[in-house]
């Protein structure tokens, strides 16, 4: 059963830090793209960061140089080091594997920037 599971959530002030986490099982990552997305209250879900297999990495402009993504040398987890954190920041933050004929989706973990 493939699985994805995000942790490390929660709730911060703006200028804190978090880091997400996202287990992968069930199946070989080593050939998908991983990524970030996130989904504000009312919004669109959005590409927050992503890593190809490669290990190529994108971020959205609102996130440059805040937020880094990268993966452990297996790439079964995902992270995300989320610094210098905004309001605009909160919201719902999935995980996503971008593997051939398919796109699975972790059940996401909220962040909370006040």
């Known amino acids: 059963q493939v699985q994805l599971v995000e942790s490390g959530g929660g709730s911060v002030q703006a200028g804190g830090s978090l880091k997400l986490s996202c287990a992968a099982s069930g199946y070989n990552f080593g050939g998908c793209g991983m990524a970030w997305y996130r989904q504000a209250p009312g919004k669109e879900r959005d590409l927050v960061s992503n890593?190809?297999?490669?290990?190529?990495?994108t971020y959205a402009d609102s996130v440059k140089g805040r937020f880094t993504i990268y993966q452990d040398n297996a790439k079964v987890t995902l992270y995300l080091q989320m610094n210098s954190l905004k309001t605009e920041d909160t919201a719902v933050y999935y995980c996503?594997?971008?593997?051939?004929?398919?796109?699975?989706w972790g059940q996401g973990t909220q962040v909370t920037v006040s």
């Open positions: 996503a594997a971008d593997c051939p004929g398919r796109k699975y």
């Open positions: 890593i190809s297999g490669a290990g190529t990495t």
